[in-house]
């Protein structure tokens, strides 16, 4: 089989050797779970205890509660259902915005469909919230607003100070959730700069084991349990804890912060080349998201007359691997809501390709991909009937 030429990132990274080796025993001779009173129960409490101290100190979060997940969606919901639990709905309302991920945008449908207000903010054409609808907004009653730091598709990089500031000031009160899962890897990620209530993330997207994620939450806890079973670690994620995928996100997290400024410097040189070499070398392409103000690993172009499903395709027979959007949506092939939010055409929403860089990305393979690419759009369009 041909080398696989991995730029999608954003749906999943493999778990590095380096986090599969901190894993690795508490798979083997360290299986237990933490139980007090027992040798083998206690030393596997330590890792654990162990495991939330690094991740602690990596985002500067010393003094917040870390609460392990089953992933970054299970985050999200954790967070919002577990505000929003015991609220009524002429009570409380609820801040998004239009091109938030599906799991914090679906949950917050389902609080409107049980009577809450619940308001999704407009963006730009480069994907900034609108701060005039987010000021018209938010009011006494916002219980919570929930923001993606850096888009799952178009790689915008919100302005978050701004809207940090406008929240705080119209009402101290309202809970702040930022969702940091596909930040992490490119952004400085300071809890107590950010000063938000909640922090979300999932370990595969950070090159750690799939299946484990986390909230990083703010003392006191301002969420109540959504989940209710045998209480092990937290009240907020009962049952048997996942010991080997908190190691291995502990040690991925730390990898991610300590190599963050190295990561971002080769991301951008590959982000460069590849974004001059598409448009020097294919017309009608526009990219998607802001070309400065945009995550350094993330590249989003949509083609004229050709559909991104059928790119996609093409280039997997290459086997070349990019997505055409949404990393938890690309399946569905109705127009991607995020390019319609930014302004895209129906044509040119569902002409889109999402490059995402990562660690064993090389410039030869940019050079590779292009060259695919190149005359599979020339043969899409040749055949396309949209004109």
């Known amino acids: 089989m041909d080398k696989i030429i991995y730029l999608d990132n954003y749906r999943t990274t493999k778990t590095s050797d380096y986090v599969i080796k901190k894993m690795k025993p508490y798979m083997e001779e360290n299986f237990y779970l933490s139980v007090s009173f027992t040798h083998m129960g206690t030393d596997i409490a330590e890792a ?21 997940t089953g992933s970054g969606t299970q985050a999200n919901n954790m967070v919002i259902q577990g505000v929003m639990r015991d609220e009524q709905p002429e009570e409380a309302s609820m801040i998004t915005s239009v091109i938030d991920h599906p799991s914090i945008n679906n949950v917050f449908d389902f609080y409107r469909k049980k009577g809450f207000q619940v308001r999704k903010i407009k963006v730009d054409e480069y994907g900034f919230w609108r701060t005039d609808q987010l000021k018209e907004a938010i009011n006494e009653k916002t219980k919570l607003v929930s ?13 978050y100070g701004e809207l940090k500031k406008i929240i705080r000031e119209a009402n101290p009160k309202t809970l702040i959730h930022l969702d ?22 999932s370990g595969h997207k950070i090159y750690g084991p799939k299946g484990i994620g986390l909230i990083v939450a703010k003392k006191p806890v301002k969420m109540k349990p959504v989940l209710f079973g045998t209480v092990v670690t937290s009240p907020y994620s009962p049952g048997a804890d996942n010991v080997p995928g908190i190691v291995g996100l502990s040690y991925a997290v730390e990898d991610a912060v300590n190599k963050r400024e190295a990561h971002n410097a080769k991301m951008k040189e590959l982000q460069k ?8 070398k294919i017309d009608k392409v526009e990219l998607n998201g802001p070309v400065d103000e945009r995550a350094t690993d993330n590249i989003n172009y949509s083609f004229r007359h050709i559909e991104g499903e059928s790119i996609m395709m093409f280039l997997d027979f290459d086997s070349i691997v990019v997505a055409t959007g949404s990393a938890c949506a690309s399946s569905d092939l109705k127009v991607n809501y995020i390019l319609s939010a930014i302004g895209r055409d129906h044509e040119m929403a569902h002409g889109s390709l999402r490059i995402t860089l990562g660690r064993d990305t090389t410039k030869e393979d940019l050079d590779v991909f292009i060259e695919a690419l190149i005359p599979i759009v020339e043969r899409l369009r040749a055949q396309s009937t949209i004109k």
């Open 273 to 280: 080349y590849l974004m001059q070499q598409i448009e020097e």
């Open 48 to 68: 654990i205890d162990e495991s939330t101290e690094r991740i602690k100190k990596a985002f500067n979060a010393l003094d917040a509660e870390i609460i392990y």
């Open 147 to 159: 923001i993606t730091l850096v888009n799952h598709t178009i790689g915008t990089i919100q302005k």
């Open 180 to 201: 940091i899962t596909t930040a992490v890897m490119t952004q400085k990620i300071d809890f107590k700069e950010l000063d938000a209530d909640f922090l979300t993330l």
